[in-house]
């Protein structure tokens, strides 16, 4: 039994990773998949086929063009944060039981898709998921650094940067396809502006790493990272 039940109307900080820390996204192709299970599982029809939804769209559809014709959800995503073996997103609960519904077609689809490409059977992930209450005093702040620049707090080598994604690009971008369009707009003026939320989100991502006793992000550095995640 979770520690805090799903409220709906309330936030909450999910998260998985591989079983055996084992990398769930091997390429490209897998992001995408898993980016285009999470737009489109998110709304409270039932996607009965993925294949079939793709199919309907008649090619490839990139996600940030795919149109939901659905619009009751489930859940808004606020942020999330691929890395090649684990997830973290923060999400909005929008109907009693959506997230649980969620996490279950998600994790279950993209397990099936996977297992099926790579001729294996099993767990992919390690259990149902991890979660924990968002909205806890002076949480909910680091959360939103933490989630967004997830893969900063890790040392992910260079030739598995291709295999990260991030809600920064829309935050940065304004284009909201897989964020709630009300949800990110919501927290934009939170912060005041992305500039000041990129500042308090690197300064916080600092912190972190020092104390699991790796290195802070230089000056220089920082402002090298343009965090494109390969948008093209």
């Not at 702040?141 to 997830?150: I, Q, T």
Request: positive net charge.
């Amino acid at each position: 039994m979770r520690k805090h039940p799903f409220i709906t109307g309330s936030y909450f900080h999910i998260y998985n990773r591989g079983v055996d820390k084992r990398d769930i996204f091997m390429n490209e192709k897998d992001i995408e998949r898993f980016l285009l299970c999470m737009k489109l599982f998110a709304y409270k029809d039932a996607v009965g086929s993925l294949e079939l939804a793709l199919r309907e769209q008649k090619q490839f559809v990139d996600v940030r063009r795919l149109q939901v014709s659905n619009k009751e959800r489930l859940v808004s995503f606020v942020e999330y944060c691929l890395n090649p073996n684990h997830f973290h997103f923060i999400l909005k609960q929008e109907i009693d039981e959506g997230i649980s519904e969620f996490m279950k077609r998600l994790q279950g689809g993209y397990t099936r898709y996977f297992n099926d490409k790579n001729d294996r059977s099993g767990s992919l992930l390690q259990g149902k998921f991890k979660s924990n209450y968002a909205e806890k005093e002076n949480y909910f702040e680091m959360l939103f650094a933490y989630v967004m620049w997830n893969y900063k707090v890790h040392n992910i080598s260079k030739n598995k940067l291709k295999l990260v994604r991030s809600s920064e690009e829309e935050y940065r971008t304004g284009n909201f396809y897989l964020i709630n369009p009300k949800e990110g707009n919501k927290f934009l003026k939170w912060f005041g502006g992305y500039k000041n939320f990129f500042k308090h989100g690197i300064e916080m991502v600092d912190i972190v790493r020092e104390n699991r006793g790796k290195k802070s992000l230089k000056i220089d550095e920082k402002e090298e990272a343009s965090f494109d995640f390969n948008d093209d």
